[in-house]
C-alpha cells in the first residue's frame, strides 16, 4: 500500500481521551489509513518526533457565516487566526443569528441590518441565496479554507414568518415556522439556535421554543441557545432552557455558559449545580465556554426589547426623538430584568446594569470594537465612559449618537464576564466540567478590534486550563463537540476518520492575542492538515504572498446527514 503522507514518530494524542502514544498516521487522500508502526511507503514524510499529533480542533461556536461567502484569498486573510490556533472544523448559524433561510426582500434588509456587526465589507450585495440549501452550496463554490457546517438560526425563520415583532405567532406563524425548522434540518443544518437576548428571539415564548425543539428532536439534532439572560434572570434561564429539554426530549447545548456582572458571578456554582441534575435525569445536555472575561457582540443589545422592536431602522427613529430617548436612557440606567423576561415591558439582560458595580460603572465594562465609517474609527478600543468624554456627553447620549451617524454598524466588547482580568477562577469552573466543549466565539471581519479569541482561545486553553490532564482536555476540543453535534470521522485520529491533524509543541503553545492587539498569531501551532491538505501558517498569514493560494482550499461544506 502506498500512502501520500506519512506522519512518523508522533506523539499522538486521538481525541478520546486515552493517554498518549508513539506511533506514526499513513494517510490517502483525505482520510487516514492506518496507525502504529507503518513500514509502507509514502509520497511525502513529515518526521513528527517530539511533537504532539491530535486531531483538528473543532469550534462549535463562530459568527463567521459570511467570511465563507468571501473568496478564497479574503477567507485567508480573516481565517488566518482560526488556522494558526489549530482549528480546521467550525460551525455557524449561532445565537439565533444567521444569514438564512429567507425569501422575503424585507426579511434580507432586516438580516443585513441586523448582521452588519459580523459582515466584511466585501459580502455579496444582495445575498445570492436564501435557504440553507443554497447558502451551503453558495460557499462549497467559493470553496471554504476550513471545514464549515451550520445550524438553522432561530431568527431569520421568525422574521421571515413574522417581522421583527414581539409577542406570540399566529397558529400560520407557527405553523411556518416549524415548516421552516424542518426545511433547513432537510437541507443539512445540525440543529436549530436561538439567541434569546437578541431581537426576534428575545420576542419569543417558552411555548414557541419548545414547539420548534420537538422539530429537531424528530431528527434527534441539537437545540442550542444563548439563554434569556446571564445576569438577573441567568438561573431561571437556564431552567428554562432545561425544561426544554425535558419536555420535548430534544438534546440542549448551552451556548457560551456565562455569568455577567461581578455581582452574578457566585451563581456559576447554581447553574452547574442545574445542569448536573438534569443531566442525571437524563436530559442530554452539553455546553460550550470561552477562555476569556469579555465577549464581543453587536452594540444595538445595550437598548431594551420594546426599542428594537421593528429593527435598526426603527431603533433609530426612537433616539432621535427627545421623549423616547430619555425613557430609553431611563431604562438601561434603571430597569432590572426580572422573570419572564418576554413578556410586555421584560427586559432579558441589561448589559449597562449588569455590569455596574462599586468597582465600576457599566459604561466603563463596554468598549467599541468597530464602526463603519472612517470619521469614526478613532473611537474603537474606547469605553462608552471615554466615549462621552470624548464627545462632551453623557456614555448614553454618546453612544446613541454615534449609533445614529453609523445606522446602528457599531460592535461592542463587554467585560466582566464570569470574571475579571485578575483571575480565571470562575471560567476554571466551567472549564473542568465533563460537558463542557470550548468554543471562540469570535472571528475576524477585517474591521475595527475583534476579540483576541479569534487568535488565541484554544492555544489559550491548552497553556492555561489543562488541570484535569491534556488528554481529556483536547477530547473535549476534538471528538466531544463533534459528538455533540453529529459531525462524522472528525475529530479523532483513527483509521476511516477524515485527515484534519494538528503538528504542534505542546510546551510552546501560547495564545499573544491581546484586547489592544488582537490579531497577533499563536505559537506552538507548526503543521496543521484539512482534508489531508497541508495548510502552511505563512501562506496564510501572508495570504497569497508565498505560494498558491488556491493549495490551501482544502476545507469541506458539512452537511447533517
Known amino acids: 500500500m502506498s500512502l501520500d503522507l506519512l506522519i512518523s514518530n508522533a506523539t499522538i494524542i486521538d481525541g478520546t481521551g486515552q493517554p498518549a502514544w508513539l506511533g506514526d498516521i499513513g494517510i490517502g487522500g483525505d482520510r487516514i489509513i492506518s496507525l502504529g508502526r507503518i513500514e509502507s511507503s509514502a509520497r ?59 425569501s422575503r426582500p424585507s426579511t434580507w434588509q432586516t438580516l443585513r441590518d441586523l448582521n452588519g456587526w459580523m459582515s466584511p465589507a466585501d459580502v455579496p450585495d444582495p445575498w ?81 421554543l419548545m414547539e420548534l425543539a420537538r422539530v429537531v428532536a424528530g431528527y434527534d439534532r441539537i437545540y442550542t441557545s444563548h439563554i434569556r439572560g446571564s445576569s438577573e434572570t441567568l438561573i431561571p434561564a437556564v431552567r428554562e432552557l432545561v425544561e426544554v429539554g425535558r419536555q420535548t426530549g430534544v438534546r440542549i447545548h448551552h451556548s457560551h455558559n456565562e455569568a455577567v456582572g461581578r455581582s452574578h458571578w457566585p451563581k456559576i456554582d447554581e447553574v452547574l449545580a442545574i445542569e448536573e441534575a438534569a443531566i442525571a435525569e437524563g436530559v442530554r445536555l452539553s455546553f460550550d465556554m470561552f477562555p476569556y472575561t469579555a465577549a464581543a457582540t453587536m452594540m444595538i443589545a445595550i437598548y431594551p426589547p420594546w426599542a428594537l422592536e421593528g429593527g435598526i431602522p426603527a431603533l433609530l427613529d426612537r433616539l432621535q426623538s427627545p421623549r423616547m430617548r430619555r425613557r430609553i436612557e431611563r431604562e438601561i440606567e434603571r430597569h432590572r430584568p426580572s422573570w419572564p423576561p418576554w413578556r410586555e415591558g421584560g427586559w432579558p439582560h441589561n448589559l449597562v446594569l449588569a455590569t455596574s458595580s462599586a468597582v465600576a460603572s457599566g ?23 471615554e466615549l462621552g468624554v470624548r464627545m462632551g456627553a453623557s456614555p448614553f447620549d454618546a453612544i446613541s449618537d454615534l449609533i445614529i451617524a453609523e445606522r446602528g454598524q457599531v460592535s461592542m466588547l463587554i467585560f466582566e464576564v464570569s470574571g475579571d482580568e485578575s483571575s480565571t477562577v470562575h471560567l476554571q469552573k466551567f472549564a473542568r466540567h465533563r460537558r463542557c466543549a470550548f468554543c471562540t466565539d469570535a472571528d475576524d471581519y477585517g474591521h475595527g478590534l475583534p476579540h483576541p479569541a479569534a487568535y488565541g482561545a484554544f492555544p489559550r486553553l491548552l497553556s492555561r486550563f489543562g488541570d484535569e490532564g491534556i ?70 498569514i501572508n495570504s497569497g504572498n508565498s505560494g498558491n493560494p488556491g493549495k490551501s482550499a482544502s476545507g469541506r461544506v458539512l452537511r447533517h446527514i
Open 363 to 385: 459604561w466603563d465594562a463596554i468598549r467599541i470594537g468597530y464602526v463603519e465609517s472612517r470619521r469614526h474609527k478613532r473611537y474603537q478600543g474606547l469605553s462608552l465612559t
Open 44 to 102: 511525502r514524510t513529515i518526521d513528527a518526533t517530539g511533537r504532539v499529533v491530535m486531531p483538528g480542533l473543532i469550534d462549535p461556536h463562530s459568527h463567521a457565516d459570511l467570511i465563507f461567502t468571501l473568496p478564497l484569498e479574503r477567507q485567508m486573510e480573516l481565517l488566518a487566526g482560526k488556522v494558526t490556533q489549530g482549528i480546521t472544523t467550525t460551525l455557524v448559524g449561532n445565537c439565533g443569528l444567521g444569514v438564512a433561510p429567507y
Open 471 to 540: 488528554e481529556e482536555l483536547i477530547h473535549r476540543m476534538t471528538l466531544f463537540p463533534a459528538q455533540i453535534f453529529g459531525i462524522r470521522d472528525r475529530g479523532v485520529i483513527r483509521p476511516g476518520a477524515f485527515a484534519d491533524i494538528v503538528i504542534c509543541r505542546l510546551d510552546k503553545i501560547r495564545d499573544r492575542a491581546t484586547w489592544k492587539s488582537p490579531r497577533r498569531h499563536a505559537t506552538g501551532i507548526e503543521r496543521v492538515l484539512i482534508n489531508g491538505v497541508e495548510v502552511l501558517a505563512d501562506q496564510l
Open 128 to 208: 445570492p441565496w436564501h435557504s440553507i440549501a443554497d447558502y451551503l452550496d453558495f460557499i462549497a463554490e467559493r470553496r471554504p479554507l476550513i471545514n464549515v457546517g451550520t445550524l438553522a438560526p432561530h431568527g431569520p425563520i421568525r422574521i421571515e414568518a413574522m417581522g421583527l415583532t414581539k409577542g406570540e405567532p399566529s397558529a400560520s406563524q407557527l405553523r411556518a415556522m416549524r415548516r421552516a425548522v424542518d426545511r433547513a434540518l432537510s437541507d443539512g443544518a445540525f440543529g436549530l439556535s436561538t439567541g434569546l437576548i437578541y431581537p426576534p428571539g428575545m420576542y419569543s415564548s417558552p411555548m414557541e
